[in-house]
């Protein structure tokens, strides 16, 4: 069921920006879901527009269609509300011009490959007076707030660790699909930083830091990270993450997640606190409490909300103007620990050819035997390496207090240095 809430005076006019892939589903949903008086299309910014299956609608009603985002607004357009949907690296950039040009924005998750243009989209929201959704979905369900809610108030007491297991196998359609999949960077030398951790698991590492935000709309800081990190496919970054964090409180998170399983693992979580353990997809697929006096309540699923609960959230908050629920702020701690991972494991190691066998009904590689390794890893809360897996090898520990770079520049190299290596 959709949100009900009644329709503004004027319906929302909502700019589109990238229509192909994820975004075809923000259409689809705006589309079919949303009454007309409440958002209306007023333009699509694609240079792949003629691909999309509503094309022909747009010609006819028609709909606006520019190739970039600047010449939509150097046209004289507005928009109240810029849905950004498309790659990776063009995220922070499409949705400060959308900023500058006075609409609110809704950006897809990650909010950017890297950190300094996080904190550019952040200063830019602030500067323009309007606000940025990035889009976990997640973290605008119900289920979620409400068990944010309580760890907020310290019904759990203190939180110990948090873990998170995805096993989400991907065929070379996947990294066939554009031209940025498993990537570090673009041809133009755009950092996108393409990866389980910072695409579609992105979610879940977030949901880790966003329990532990001190307020709704924010996070935990992370302060360090070791990761592991392998490949089995032909691409540039992994397909294969492990990671140990910490919180400026010392909480530790733990994040498994892998494309090249055999067998697939949709999302699970454990929480455990002082006073109570949390599990999600483990093995209902509910949030579970049971505390240590044995009381046992469930907060239901996040996937109880629709996917898109973001979109009607945004739509709503033009006019009424509430309360973010997941903005830059609330986002950035993701961002900040998958740079770190990408510089505890500079030099992506390649899972032994052994170990590599090719699914050629499914067309995809997959790892003999990981699914088992990182259970087990799970279950004990350790690395791979800590187990002692022999093609394992842990990164360097990186310290992420005060971290506000990608790549992280020493203190010691002067600003001319630093200016010739980026």
Excluded at 227 to 242: G, S
Excluded at 324 to 333: D, E, F, K, S, V
Aim: charged fraction near 25%; hydrophobic fraction near 35%; glycine fraction near 6%.
């Amino acid at each position: 069921m959709q949100p009900t809430e009644n329709a503004p005076a004027t319906p929302v006019t909502v700019l589109m920006v990238g229509v192909g892939g994820y975004g075809h589903y923000y259409l689809q949903t705006l589309r079919e879901q949303m009454r007309p008086e409440r958002a209306r299309l007023c333009g699509i910014v694609d240079p792949l527009a003629h691909r999309s299956e509503y094309y022909p609608r747009w010609i006819e009603d028609p709909i606006p269609i520019f190739d970039d985002i600047e010449a939509y607004y150097q046209a004289g357009r507005q928009a109240d509300l810029s849905v950004i949907a498309s790659p990776i690296h063009f995220h922070a950039h499409q949705s400060c011009v959308a900023l500058n040009n006075g609409s609110h924005v809704l950006c897809e998750k990650p909010i950017a490959p890297v950190v300094q243009e996080a904190d550019l989209l952040s200063r830019t929201a602030e500067g323009a007076g309007r606000w940025c959704m990035i889009g976990y979905q997640w973290s605008f369900s119900h289920a979620i707030q409400n068990l944010k809610r309580d760890i907020r108030r310290g019904l759990f007491g203190e939180p110990l660790r948090l873990k998170t297991l995805i096993f989400w196998p991907r065929d070379d359609a996947y990294y066939q699909r554009n031209g940025w999949a498993g990537r570090i960077k673009d041809n133009c030398g755009r950092w996108i930083l393409d990866s389980p951790a910072n695409n579609a698991m992105a979610h879940y590492l977030h949901n880790l830091f966003y329990l532990l935000g001190e307020e709704t709309a924010s996070s935990a800081v992370p302060s360090d990270v070791v990761a592991e990190l392998y490949r089995a496919n032909p691409i540039e970054n992994f397909d294969t993450a492990v990671c140990r964090a910490h919180t400026n409180r010392g909480t530790e998170l733990l994040f498994y997640g892998t494309h090249a399983t055999r067998g697939d693992q949709d999302p699970m979580f454990q929480l455990e606190f002082e006073n109570a353990v949390i599990r999600y997809n483990d093995p209902t697929p509910e949030i579970v409490v049971r505390t240590r006096q044995d009381e046992c309540w469930t907060y239901g699923s996040p996937e109880d909300d629709p996917q898109f609960k973001k979109l009607f959230d945004a739509v709503h908050a033009v006019h009424a103007l509430d309360p973010l629920l997941c903005g830059p702020a609330a986002a950035r701690a993701q961002c900040v620990c998958v740079n770190g991972m990408q510089e505890s494991v500079p030099v992506i190691a390649s899972f032994s050819t052994s170990m590599v066998q090719r699914d050629e009904e499914k067309k995809r590689w997959l790892v003999v035997g990981l699914d088992d390794t990182l259970r087990e890893c799970y279950r004990q809360g350790v690395l791979p390496s800590e187990l002692h897996i022999p093609w394992a090898s842990q990164g360097k520990s990186v310290d992420l207090r005060g971290y506000d770079h990608y790549p992280s520049r020493p203190a010691n190299k002067s600003k001319r240095e630093r200016s010739a290596t980026e």
